[in-house]
């Protein structure tokens, strides 16, 4: 079953602004990890958060673990068009090293 | 590195057929999944392989999907008969385990259209 429920499920920017999507997820986790996936494309790990950091930054990208309210998101600063895509975030159990993935948040960014 | 290869990137078949999809993961990595993706389901886990074992396959639609890991470079996923159902994406991953991190690697994908 999908753990992780990205919100919203589409969303459609202009260059230059920031693009925030949330993430909930129902039982307890290890980590938390975002992905990318452009169309016709592989998904590719941006950023894994673990259940004791609060906020983790990787170059445009920001992201915040709320453990209490089972809930994450990602922010993009300042997005350009090549950041269209199909965000995923992706849950990790304890003792395994499988993944659960939602359905995802598709972005448009219009130059 | 080449990253997870896959192929065929694409598969034409009729149904009833035999597919085999072919997964090589990133040398080193020591767990592998198989995953489908449909616009309908998202992306769903298959199988799950740690150290070239079966751990998890709790995901395999029916007895017509079976999955094998011979050696850490090599695993197939095969449908036997298939069905138009089975229209998807199917995706192999792989990751590194050691180190708690979970980070997987995704391939291509292959696109299956079974007519």
């Given at each position: 079953?999908?753990q992780?429920?990205e919100?919203?499920?589409?969303l459609?920017?202009?260059?230059?602004?920031?693009?925030?999507?949330?993430?909930?997820?129902?039982?307890?986790?290890?980590?938390?990890?975002?992905?990318?996936?452009?169309?016709?494309?592989?998904?590719?790990?941006?950023?894994?958060?673990?259940s004791?950091?609060?906020?983790?930054?990787?170059?445009?990208?920001?992201v915040?673990?709320?453990?209490?309210k089972k809930?994450?998101?990602?922010?993009?600063?300042?997005?350009?068009?090549?950041?269209?895509?199909?965000?995923?975030?992706?849950?990790?159990?304890?003792?395994?090293?499988?993944?659960?993935?939602?359905?995802?948040?598709?972005?448009?960014?219009?130059? | 590195?080449?990253?997870?290869?896959?192929?065929?990137?694409?598969?034409?078949?009729?149904?009833g057929?035999?597919?085999?999809?072919?997964?090589?993961?990133?040398?080193?990595?020591?767990?592998?999944?198989?995953?489908?993706?449909?616009?309908?389901?998202?992306l769903e886990l298959?199988i799950?392989?740690?150290?070239?074992?079966p751990?998890?396959?709790?995901?395999?639609p029916?007895?017509?999907f079976s999955?094998?890991?011979?050696?850490?470079?090599f695993?197939?996923?095969?449908?036997?008969?298939?069905e138009?159902?089975?229209?998807a994406?199917?995706?192999?991953?792989?990751?590194?385990?050691?180190?708690?991190?979970?980070?997987?690697?995704?391939?291509?994908g292959?696109?299956?259209?079974?007519?």
């Amino acid at each position: 079953s999908q753990q992780g429920e990205e919100d919203p499920q589409a969303l459609s920017i202009q260059e230059g602004e920031n693009a925030t999507m949330n993430c909930s997820y129902k039982t307890s986790i290890n980590n938390l990890q975002w992905y990318r996936q452009n169309s016709g494309r592989g998904l590719v790990h941006l950023i894994l958060i673990r259940s004791n950091e609060r906020e983790k930054h990787s170059g445009r990208l920001r992201v915040t673990l709320d453990t209490s309210k089972k809930s994450s998101s990602l922010l993009i600063t300042a997005s350009r068009a090549a950041d269209t895509a199909s965000y995923f975030c992706a849950t990790a159990g304890g003792g395994y090293s499988t993944l659960t993935f939602g359905k995802g948040t598709m972005l448009l960014v219009s130059p | 590195d080449a990253g997870v290869i896959q192929s065929p990137r694409h598969e034409v078949t009729e149904m009833g057929q035999e597919v085999t999809l072919r997964c090589k993961p990133i040398s080193g990595h020591n767990s592998l999944f198989w995953y489908r993706q449909t616009m309908m389901r998202g992306l769903e886990l298959l199988i799950y392989f740690n150290n070239n074992v079966p751990i998890d396959d709790s995901g395999m639609p029916e007895d017509r999907f079976s999955a094998k890991m011979p050696n850490a470079s090599f695993s197939t996923l095969k449908i036997q008969p298939s069905e138009p159902r089975d229209s998807a994406v199917y995706f192999c991953a792989s990751s590194e385990t050691s180190g708690n991190s979970y980070e997987q690697y995704f391939g291509p994908g292959t696109r299956l259209t079974v007519t």
